[in-house]
């Protein structure tokens, strides 16, 4: 349980919708790359009208800080089905990385932990979906209008303390200030559209989800699980 699975939901009614060509999209999809289960007609870039209407602003507010600068778009919309094929795909890595074989004891156990500050679990209650589940959930970070990402000291899906928003926060030497300032820049322009950041990572934004409405003192959520709709695709 996360500390927002409480809060109830409202569920709005709005549509998935297609992100539209001015928000750049970093591909091929990292995720359907790996051979995540989206279906034939499953677009992971999508996501709830007001959320696209919110990214747009942003953008819009980026542009006027740095018309060098750009939204990028890592990943959006993502089925229950996929949440749970990548939370098992972390783990798996996470253990090579440690060299943990044994499905069990002390070890697999930490690792499990480690992935779950970053992953939601794949929870099919329709009181507690996952935050990128519900369409209102975006993972995206700041690049050149050519579409090349800038360096932001950490990569989007990183397990670790690298991925907390405030982790070069003090830091003396002029590139981790540089990354603090990226990082500071695409919450401040996210915030001004409304958009309330995950606690463990600098990518990761939402609006009217549960986390949503924990970090912003909302009494309900207005997004709960979406579903894909061929025609947004």
Known sequence: MRPWSSIPIEDCGEPLQALPPALLRMEPHP?????????????????RLGVVQRLLHAQQQLVEHDPRLRLSIFDAWRPIAVQAFMVHHSI????????????????????????????????????????HSTGAAVDLTLSSSDGTPLAMGGEIDAIG????????????????????QRRQLLAEVMGAAGFAQHPNEWWHYSFGDQLWAWRKGAAVAVYAEAVNSALTS
């Not at 070890?107 to 992935?115: K, L």
């Open 92 to 131: 798996a890595e996470l253990c090579r990385e440690r060299g943990v074989e044994a499905r069990s004891g002390h070890a697999f156990d930490q690792v499990v932990a480690d992935v779950g500050r970053f992953w939601a679990a794949p929870s099919r209650d329709l009181a507690t979906p996952p935050p």
């Open 161 to 180: 303390a690298v991925s907390e928003p405030q982790h070069y926060a003090g830091r003396q030497d002029s590139e981790a200030r540089r990354w603090h």
């Open 31 to 47: 995720y359907v790359a790996l051979g995540a289960p989206y279906g034939t007609s499953g677009n992971p870039f999508q996501l």
